[in-house]
């Protein structure tokens, strides 16, 4: 399983964000209903699989969770992004979503982009009033390349993406 530490997951991160910040601007054509952005961020992390068998009897990636960290426009980690899909503010706040929409990626293999329903989960704070969560400029994230061969092997392949939280 490839997998991320902490220390090198923020340090990629801080580059990814230097990434993003440099290209070029993309539309974000998923409608998001009548609600105001409060918050733009730029996710690092990987889209994790689990080899399973499938109903034709074969082994495959099976996409499992996600696991990201989310940076404001200044770098700073701001959210955490997991199973659910969840994430979790450093206030304690939490949300979690349901996909009510979804379009290709811009960028070939890449992990589709995503509009989230969203509902409270824990403490009050930053993200207590979000009703939507918006992914776009999605890139990398598909399964692994290298075909599973051991029933419940794990793998993980790294994503960059922009999430817009709604109110």
């Given amino acids: 399983m490839n997998h991320l530490s902490r220390g090198k997951h ?10 993003m910040s440099g290209a070029s601007a993309q539309a974000e054509s998923i409608d998001v209903p009548g609600v105001q952005p409060f918050l ?16 034709d ?24 992004h997991s199973a659910g ?12 979503g349901k996909v009510v929409a979804q379009e290709p990626s811009g960028t070939p293999g890449s992990v589709p982009q995503l509009l989230l329903e969203a509902h409270s989960a824990g403490s009050p704070g930053m993200l207590a009033a979000v009703r939507y969560v918006q992914r776009v ?16 092997e794990t793998g993980s392949s790294p994503y960059i993406a922009t999430y817009i939280f709604y109110k």
Avoid: N
């Avoid at 961020?41 to 109903?55: F, R």
């Avoid at 990636?61 to 990201?68: C, H, S």
């Fill in 85 to 96: 899909p969840s994430w979790q503010a450093h206030d304690g706040s939490r949300i979690e």
């Fill in 137 to 152: 400029r999605t890139v990398g994230g598909v399964k692994p390349a290298a075909p599973c061969t051991v029933e419940h």
């Fill in 10 to 19: 923020i340090a990629i991160g801080a580059g990814l964000i230097s990434m």
């Fill in 57 to 80: 009897h074969t082994l495959d990636w099976v996409f499992r969770q996600p696991r990201a960290t989310l940076y404001d426009a200044h770098g700073a980690e701001v959210i955490e």
């Fill in 40 to 55: 733009k961020t730029t996710a690092a992390g990987v889209q994790i699989y689990a080899c399973e068998y499938g109903a």
